[in-house]
């Protein structure tokens, strides 16, 4: 399993605790993403980030933050904001090509639940 | 922003017999659909992708097809076996070149 790495694989935390996850690619990736699963609604975007030291909101950014200082990580950081009390955390990568979009190669998740 | 719809949540097929998920779109300027794989457990997979520009594209037992007028675009698996059971995502990048991700159908291959 090459190519994103993520971890931990599971994380608790305490309401009102902050957390990092984190995510790292050695596939000179320049694009990043992190998308939360929860059942029944599929992918949504949280953050993603086209180059290194810029990055965008997605759908449902609030309750988290990232970073981006270097190309290969882009960890997330889920803060005592966010609610949700269990969702799989999924971080991907790709190699945008001109203006077309192209392959996202996701890493295998990290579960995150609020104990 | 872009909306997908994806239909069913759920497919059972006995083996063999085809199976067909369609997907829906908002946005007329998307021009870029994939389809990924996600078996129990582990990450997402890009199985299969079509641009604007082809209303057709095959991969030994599975194709994905677009209407743009329509905007539908849909994957048909052929012949299918036990390890095509796995929940199906469609995708569609928005103006901002984002990808838009359905809610998945959870497909079931009984033997």
Same mark, same amino acid.
């Given at each position: 399993d090459g190519g994103i790495t993520q971890s931990p694989k599971y994380l608790f935390r305490k309401e009102g605790q902050n957390v990092t996850l984190s995510c790292e690619q050695n596939l000179n990736h320049d694009a990043m993403y992190w998308y939360r699963q929860d059942p029944g609604q599929g992918l949504r975007l949280i953050y993603y980030s086209q180059i290194v030291n810029d990055f965008q909101k997605g759908d449902i950014a609030e309750g988290y933050s990232v970073s981006r200082e270097k190309k290969e990580s882009f960890p997330l950081t889920v803060t005592s904001a966010q609610k949700n009390p269990k969702s799989l955390y999924l971080c991907a990568s790709s190699q945008p090509h001109r203006a077309s979009n192209e392959k996202l190669f996701f890493g295998s998740g990290t579960q995150l639940s609020v104990l | 922003g872009e909306n997908v719809e994806q239909h069913p949540s759920t497919l059972s097929v006995q083996e063999g017999d085809s199976a067909v998920i369609k997907c829906t779109y908002s946005d007329s300027a998307s021009n870029y659909f994939p389809w990924y794989k996600q078996e129990l457990g582990k990450r997402p997979q890009l199985i299969i992708d079509i641009r604007s520009n082809v209303g057709e594209k /095959?991969?030994?037992?599975?194709?994905?097809? $677009?209407? /743009?007028?329509?905007?539908? &675009?849909? $994957?048909?698996?052929?012949?299918?076996?036990?390890?095509?059971?796995?929940?199906? &995502?469609?995708?569609?990048?928005?103006?901002? %070149?984002? $990808?838009? &991700? %359905?809610? %998945?159908?959870?497909?079931?291959?009984?033997?």
């Open positions: - | /095959k991969d030994q037992r599975i194709a994905v097809t $677009l209407n /743009k007028t329509a905007k539908h &675009f849909s $994957l048909h698996i052929t012949e299918t076996q036990p390890e095509d059971s796995a929940v199906y &995502f469609c995708a569609v990048s928005d103006s901002w %070149g984002k $990808l838009q &991700f %359905g809610a %998945g159908t959870q497909v079931v291959v009984t033997p």
